[in-house]
């Protein structure tokens, strides 16, 4: 079973650009689900997809977007960076379909803004 | 709305002692809870969760936790602590039965502990 994976590990971009994050989701899940942690902090329900859509969002700007894919792989975008958007960003998959199906969590991107 | 409060920041024990780690919560309706750790460098894993029924949870590593509706707490508790077991210790609410992924997490326990 292919756990949940992130890509890329590490990355540094400037104020004002735009950066994508990529979320492979565990086999057999078909919700995926971003966080944001900032640096000693838990973390915070950005939004989640479900069957491509998004399905819940928590309290971030519209610049932060996103897209579910039909494999259910998904892609956590970003525009206009500033400096606060610095943190380690995880993405966690699920199973949606009227059982309970915990969270399997990526390994994270950590990003910093400059 | 619902939040998490975590009111450690952090805890130091010696290994082989009892741990306990608060977490207090406010939720509009029935609670679902849960418990993650997160190593460095580690996404988080779940410890256990409540959802209804025996306020005594067991989970993982030996960890167990107490729902307790009356004090909206739902502290982590291990009989003895081994070195492994320290990271940083999540408490989240929220979600749903069938919807983990929109929990509110609080800000983290970091556990350290001593030989």
């Known amino acids: 079973e292919t756990g949940v994976t992130q890509s890329p590990t590490h990355l540094i971009k400037t104020r004002g650009q735009q950066v994508t994050l990529r979320c492979s989701s565990q086999?057999?899940?078909?919700?995926v689900s971003w966080y944001q942690q900032a640096l000693g902090q838990g973390p915070q329900f950005i939004f989640q997809?479900?069957?491509?859509?998004?399905?819940g969002r928590g309290n971030f700007p519209p610049r932060f977007s996103g897209l579910q894919f039909p494999n259910y792989s998904s892609e956590l975008n970003v525009n206009a960076l500033e400096l606060d958007d610095s943190a380690l960003y995880l993405c966690?998959?699920?199973?949606?379909?009227?059982?309970?199906?915990?969270?399997?969590f990526g390994n994270g991107t950590r990003l910093t803004v400059t | 709305a619902q939040s998490v409060t975590q009111p450690d920041i952090h805890i130091t024990v010696s290994e082989g002692a009892s741990l306990e780690l608060r977490c207090n919560y406010s939720?509009?309706?029935?609670?679902?809870l849960f418990w993650y750790v997160q190593s460095p460098g580690q996404g988080l894993q779940l410890l256990l969760k409540?959802?209804?029924?025996?306020?005594l949870v067991q989970g993982i590593k030996g960890f167990e936790a107490e729902f307790k509706r009356s004090q909206s707490s739902f502290n982590l508790r291990k009989p003895s602590v081994h070195w492994s077991d320290a990271a940083e210790y999540f408490c989240?609410?929220?979600?749903?039965?069938?919807?983990?992924?929109?929990?509110?997490f609080g800000d983290g326990t970091t556990l350290t502990v001593k030989p």
């Open positions: 939720y509009g309706a029935t609670p679902y």
């Open positions: 409540y959802f209804s029924g025996d306020t």
């Open positions: 086999s057999g899940h078909n919700t």
């Open positions: 966690a998959s699920s199973f949606t379909g009227g059982r309970y199906s915990p969270l399997h």
């Open positions: 997809y479900y069957r491509e859509e998004e399905n």
């Open positions: 989240a609410v929220g979600g749903g039965f069938t919807n983990a992924g929109k929990s509110t």
